[in-house]
């Protein structure tokens, strides 16, 4: 058990939907990470936050929207997506934004968009 | 020129064997080096990390680091079966951590 939990593990979706992706972090970390990883491909950074503050944003489509509510808890809002979106979606976090330290990561969300 | 780079192909090798995984990176600045195991259908987990040049021993896994040619690998010694997965490369430089695309390890009984 990693201490980052994510919900839900599957998600079907149609291009019209509304959804939302839960990520939760037991560890007192500081900072909070969505990943995006496609078969084939590295894994790709999305959205850092630090302190509950956006400080990174990879050029994301805004059919992405991300929130941070509080320090332990991270979502990623989901609208109107493709099927290119498709793909196994990684929260982690770590004690600070530096990239040096060690980041957790959860399970993971498997999206699938139909 | 990508980022980091790892072999491609899946690597087989026999149990007991030692499994042998390199990965270059094009950022002559990077300071911090890990590599990350992912199982097939679970997240990645941090193995090892090293930051000096040479060789960094934990168990049965040696990571070594050669900034002057760009290069980290990873060597599995007295490979078990419970060490197939994917392993991925990172690499962090200017407070920015890339990851290769993994490379796959299947230790046959």
């Known amino acids: 058990e990693t201490g980052v939990t994510q919900t839900p593990r599957h998600l079907v979706m149609g291009m019209t939907n509304k959804k939302s992706l839960k990520c939760e972090q037991h560890?007192?970390?500081?900072?909070m990470y969505w990943y995006k990883q496609s078969a084939k491909k590295p894994l790709e950074l999305m959205f850092v936050?630090?302190?509950?503050?956006?400080?990174e944003n990879n050029s994301v489509p805004s059919r992405f929207s991300p929130e941070c509510p509080n320090s332990s808890h991270l979502f990623l809002h989901l609208h109107t997506l493709q099927p290119e979106d498709s793909a196994l979606y990684l929260c982690?976090?770590?004690?600070?934004?530096?990239?040096?330290?060690?980041?957790?990561f959860g399970p993971g969300t498997r999206l699938t968009v139909l | 020129q990508k980022e980091v780079e790892q072999n491609s192909g899946p690597l087989s090798v026999p149990e007991g064997a030692i499994a042998s995984l390199n990965c270059t990176y094009s950022?002559?600045?990077?300071?911090?080096f890990f590599w990350y195991r992912q199982y097939s259908g679970k997240s990645p987990e941090l193995i090892m990390s090293?930051?000096?040049?040479g060789d960094k021993e934990d168990g049965r896994f040696t990571a070594q680091l050669n900034k002057a040619s760009q290069y980290v690998s990873l060597l599995i010694r007295d490979s078990q079966p419970s060490d197939s997965a994917t392993y991925l490369c990172?690499?962090?430089?200017?407070?920015?951590?890339?990851f290769g695309k993994g490379n796959q390890v299947v230790v046959i009984p």
């Open positions: 560890l007192g970390h500081n900072a």
């Open positions: 982690a976090s770590s004690q600070s934004d530096r990239r040096t330290d060690t980041q957790y």
């Open positions: 990172a690499v962090e430089g200017n407070n920015r951590l890339a």
């Open positions: 090293i930051y000096s040049n």
């Open positions: 950022d002559r600045g990077s300071q911090s």
């Open positions: 936050y630090s302190l509950e503050e956006r400080v």
